[in-house]
């Protein structure tokens, strides 16, 4: 055989021929072009019959296995870069027919260039498959045994554990020799140390107390003579003086058909299990001597249902005479409560855990209350009358849930009431919540006493209930609120016909004492939906018609609209523009001239805002003022709204005062003398020219912190102005608790004023006594000349409005002081 291109020698052709039979392939690479040349035996290993003689490396390494080619590469580069003395390296080749073959290359660099750099290699390769298959087979035959042994090691590991852990020893007694071993674990059972020894006869007794020794020996002789294994319980005293209860098992062994030669056996200290018994059985007296001095009735019953065990009291729940033990538990306890403690034995059966019942015993008309507990083959059950707990509880949660005033449900008993009604809505019936509120409440209780207030919530809440059906729910929620659940209407209307109910149950007078008031409700009215049972969201609807019955119709009643909802989002993005409004440069001051009654020249002007909303246009006073003072943007405002107009009053004549509204929510959210202080000092204005106009309600409300701003304010050196006077409750009775310079009447007094006969005795009455008491006084809504030639008559000193012109910018009334008002006026 020859290396395909070349003729070798007869010797070479031997050395060639023995290589191929011994299962080796050569070859010889040229490294420099890849061009690489294998032997026939080369071929004849991958299965191939003919090949071409010559062929390249990257073609050898496309038959390498793909796991194997990294690794035969690698090591190839290895041997170029001089890591290794020689290529050898075992991986796979791929076959004629597509298997693969495990193979030894070994090879090694026979040409380098003058720089080091391999030029040509040779090497063999060796088909080491069946090799490798053997070594697989020897390995996995001595894994195998390792395994088996480690197995019988462990074995034998887990019954020593086994053994300690269960105080068990084993032994062995030779008949024959009289010799006893004892194993390890007997040793230790025995209270001394292993010896590598037999026992001896005389050791084995100074184990056994005397009685002991004869009960063993009867026993081991008898199960020698019978050839069967015997058990004894008996005593051991151990090495270190320790007594143990002890179970001894043997078993003789012999040869067939002969006697006995051994008896083998194991011995275990039941020591602790003799005790646990014996605490058992104590703890099973202290349990029955419980159960019969507990006050529950007792009754343990099996899984068949069949009581087992009752206890002394366990028999009032029987009839008389009735045998409880052995009857069934629908026999003891008939009726639901039977069918109720059944379906709850059921439930502790599968689930495996306690179910508590509250029961109505019918027989005697007594509340129980009912543990079922769940055990291995048993339920045990618990009964205790808790008749007098359950009333108290009942009197507990209707005291939590009813409102101590009126007697009604609170609001917590309420929502409950609401939320099962909700649930429970019958189809066909319609249902509706009423929210209402007493108007002017709060002045009620500032200008008369907390009693006062007191009284007319009750006298409210009884009028309320006079309207209302049996079924139907009234509770006070709040202070001066309340509410109405009117349950299964036949038609929503009848709502709205107890809303009108309500309304004309409160025109009578109020008659407290020495008091005669009228009372009126705001109410707002919703109709639940059976599509939708949201008790927030009903209440919410509810709230927002009684928004709109207070700020639109105070006394009376509105229902909730869909266009309620939309208004109230509105209003949230109108809060929400309105903080970005000064930012935004969209306020701006108007001013509205205050005109003196004798001359007709401007004694000051008052200071109005304007909102121009850059989607919405002008936004009126009426409705952004309000939302200022909800949502606190009162305080920057009317800071910025000072700051301005007193700026502007700088630039008017001296005689010429300036106006200023001060809502008592700034007086809550800002310390309004010190603003005042830092203003004037900033403008230059001075004080006696800036007039604050304060409403009445910080008189009627008789807060020390409003009074207290009050003199702060006045120590200031500003004019303190009453506003709006008369449109309050009850504000004649609170002009003592602070002196204004001056006071402004509400322009309602003047609208019945048409014909200069009209009278306006309430307006009269007013203005004498501000005469009286030497108060200014301003009269708002001067519209025509009618109204302004009662003013004068009544003498007032000043007069504000659109008689005089509509308010103006701050240009506009520059040249109103400049040009002064018409003549005419």
């Known amino acids: ?100 073959k495990w193979v030894l290359s070994r090879g090694m660099v026979v040409e380098r260039d003058i720089a080091g750099r391999p030029v040509r290699m040779v090497g063999t390769t060796t088909d080491i498959t069946t090799l490798r298959t053997l070594a697989e ?65 005389d050791e084995l007794r100074a184990l056994f107390p005397p009685a002991d020794r004869r009960l063993m020996l009867r026993r081991f002789v008898a199960g020698l003579k019978a050839g069967q294994p015997v058990s004894v319980q008996h005593r051991l005293t151990a090495f270190d003086g320790r007594t143990l209860d002890v179970v001894s098992y043997a078993e003789p062994i012999g040869e067939a058909g002969g006697r006995a030669r051994r008896l083998r056996g194991v011995t275990q200290d039941v020591t602790a299990y003799r005790r646990m018994q014996a605490a058992l059985r104590s703890s099973e007296a202290l349990a029955f001597r419980v159960l019969e001095a507990t006050r529950d009735a007792v009754i343990v019953f099996d899984r068949g249902g069949r009581a087992r065990f009752a206890n002394a009291r366990a028999a009032r729940f029987a009839g008389a005479g009735q045998e409880i033990v052995g009857n069934r538990l629908a026999d003891l306890f008939p009726g639901t409560a039977g069918h109720r403690l059944a379906a709850g034995a059921e439930r502790a059966a599968a689930t495996g855990a306690p179910v508590r019942l509250e029961l109505s015993w019918a027989p005697t008309g007594r509340w129980l209350e009912a543990d079922l507990y769940p055990g291995e083959d048993d339920i045990s059950l618990f009964v205790r009358d808790v008749t007098e707990r359950k009333l108290t509880q009942d009197r507990l949660i209707e005291a939590a849930e009813t409102d101590s005033l009126t007697g009604e449900f609170n609001r917590r008993g309420f929502f409950t009431r609401l939320e099962a009604a909700l649930t429970a809505q019958a189809r066909g019936r319609a249902m509706a919540l009423i929210c209402a509120d007493v108007n002017y409440f709060t002045e009620i209780n500032d200008s008369f006493g907390h009693g006062v207030g007191d009284e007319v919530l009750k006298t409210v809440a009884r009028r309320l209930k006079s309207c209302l059906r049996p079924r139907d729910i009234l509770a ?20 709205t016909t107890l809303a009108r109910r309500i309304v004309g149950a409160m ?89 003196r009654t004798a001359d007709g020249t401007i004694a000051a002007a008052e200071t109005l805002l304007r909102w121009n909303h850059p989607e919405q246009g002008r936004i009126p006073p009426a409705e952004f003022i309000p939302l200022a003072e ?173 008689y005089f012109g509509q308010p103006v910018n701050e240009a506009g009334m520059q040249g109103l002081l400049a040009r002064g008002l018409p003549a005419s006026r």
């Open 137 to 201: 087979e020897l390995a996995r035959e001595k894994a195998e045994a390792r395994f088996r042994a480690e197995q019988l090691a462990e074995r034998t590991r887990e019954q020593a554990a086994a053994h300690r852990l269960a105080q068990i020893g084993s032994w062995q007694w030779d008949l024959a020799a009289g010799e006893i071993r004892f194993s390890p674990e007997t040793w230790q059972l025995a209270g001394g140390e292993a010896r590598n020894r037999p026992v001896t006869l």
């Open 630 to 802: 909800e949502s606190g943007l009162i305080a920057p405002i009317g800071a910025w709204v000072l700051r301005q107009a007193c700026a502007a009053a700088c630039r008017w004549p001296e005689a010429v005062g300036l106006s200023v509204n001060v809502s008592p929510r700034q007086i809550e959210l800002a310390d309004l003398p010190a603003l005042v202080r830092d203003v004037l000092e900033a403008t230059g204005l001075a004080p006696r020219r800036l007039h604050l106009e304060i409403t009445e309600t910080v008189l009627v409300s008789r807060n020390r912190h409003y009074l207290a701003t009050l003199h702060r304010l006045r120590e200031l050196g500003v004019r303190l102005v009453l506003d709006d006077f008369g449109t309050g409750y009850s504000s004649l009775a609170q002009l003592d608790a602070f002196r204004f310079d001056a006071m402004k009447i509400d322009q309602s007094f003047l609208r019945r004023i048409r014909a200069e006969t009209d009278e306006t005795p309430i307006l009269n009455a007013i203005v004498g006594m501000a005469t009286a008491i030497r108060m200014p006084i301003t009269v708002e809504g001067v519209e025509t000349q009618v109204q302004l030639n009662h003013v004068r008559r009544l003498g007032a000193a000043c007069v504000q409005g659109f």
């Open 507 to 595: 025109e009578e007078r109020f008659e407290l004492g020495d008091l005669s008031l009228r009372i009126s409700l705001s109410i707002g009215l919703a109709i639940a939906s059976l599509a939708d049972r949201d008790a927030a969201r009903l209440c919410r609807h509810a709230d927002l018609a009684l928004y709109e019955t207070r700020t639109e119709a105070p006394g009376s009643f509105r229902v909730f609209t869909p266009a309620m909802e939309q208004e109230s989002l509105r209003k949230r993005q109108l809060k929400r523009d309105l903080a970005d409004a000064l930012g935004r440069s969209e306020l701006e001051l108007a001013f509205q001239p205050i005109v």
């Open 1 to 100: 055989m020859t290396l395909a291109g070349n003729r070798p020698d007869d010797f070479t052709d031997i050395v060639n021929l023995a290589v191929e039979e011994s299962g080796t392939g050569i070859w010889d690479r040229d490294v420099v072009t890849g061009e690489i040349r294998y032997s026939r035996g080369w071929w004849r290993i991958l299965g191939y019959a003919e090949m071409p003689a010559r062929s390249h490396i990257e073609a050898a390494y496309a038959r390498v296995h793909p796991d194997d080619l990294d690794y035969v590469r690698q090591t190839m580069q290895d041997h170029f870069d001089r890591r290794t003395a020689r290529y050898e390296v075992e991986h796979r080749l791929r076959c004629a027919d597509g298997s693969y």
């Open 476 to 495: 006070r929620t709040g202070g001066d609120e309340f509410m109405i659940l009117l349950n299964g209407m036949r038609r929503p209307g009848d709502a």
